[in-house]
């Protein structure tokens, strides 16, 4: 049974890098899934940032591309999130999933973990 | 970016309701849409993919049909445990996109 578990600060300052990383336990991040970072603000919807695939290929939401950097570790068996110049707007709880191979929706997903930006 | 719009966004109704929620995709996504439901404090849960397909586990009082650019959520009978909110999501293009969500509360 593939679980997922992020971990990160809970406080980010303005202007600074949220970094965040998911560990895949139960399988390998090497399957042929995609695994990607979904976002939800306090009280509001669901908004995709991005996805990478084992190889290192990634897709990213345009309207976070040009701050957003999603890695992955194969050693660790983990992937993560980098966001940088980070206001209020990106205070939310983040989630990471995975895409299932026969499914091709999120079929599993991390507890998500809350992110707040303030100084 | 293809837009959701759910309907409605929120809906009051009592345990044995049959329940029916409509997603539009501002364009054509063949079959690619799914419907999640997430509870409070609470990640969300893959309920449907290929629009009609239930994921493993899943009971079957759930089911979605349509496509291209109309597609619904029915709930035949609801249960206590079905108050939740609902959201779609395609899966035909980048980026993916989510629907505005329905919250599904105790009449």
């Known amino acids: 049974q593939v679980q997922l578990q992020e971990s990160g600060p809970g406080l980010v300052k303005p202007s600074g890098t949220l970094s965040l990383t998911c560990a895949v336990s139960?399988?390998?991040?090497?399957?042929?899934?995609?695994w990607s970072w979904i976002r939800q603000p306090p009280g509001k919807g669901l908004e995709w940032i991005g996805e990478?695939?084992?190889?290192?290929?990634?897709n990213y939401n345009p309207s976070l591309k040009s701050r957003v950097t999603i890695s992955v570790d194969k050693s660790k068996n983990q992937f993560s999130l980098k966001l940088s110049s980070v206001t209020a707007a990106d205070t939310a709880v983040y989630y990471c999933?995975?895409?299932?191979?026969?499914?091709?929706?999120?079929?599993?997903w991390g507890q998500g973990t809350m992110v707040t930006v303030s100084s | 970016d293809i837009q959701l719009t759910q309907s409605p966004s929120f809906l009051s109704a009592s345990v044995g309701d049959r329940v029916t929620i409509t997603c539009r995709a501002s364009q054509g996504i063949s079959s690619y849409l799914a419907w999640y439901q997430q509870k409070p404090g609470k990640a969300p849960k893959l309920l449907i993919y290929a629009a009609s397909t239930l994921q493993s586990g899943v009971p079957s009082r759930f089911s979605g049909s349509g496509s291209g650019t109309e597609f619904t959520l029915t709930i035949s009978s609801l249960q206590p445990e079905d108050f939740a909110t609902y959201y779609c999501q395609q899966l035909n293009s980048y980026p993916q996109t989510f629907g505005g969500g329905t919250k599904v509360e105790i009449k």
């Open positions: 139960g399988g390998s991040i090497s399957s042929s899934n995609w």
């Open positions: 999933a995975r895409t299932g191979v026969n499914v091709g929706a999120f079929d599993i």
């Open positions: 990478i695939y084992h190889s290192g290929s990634t």
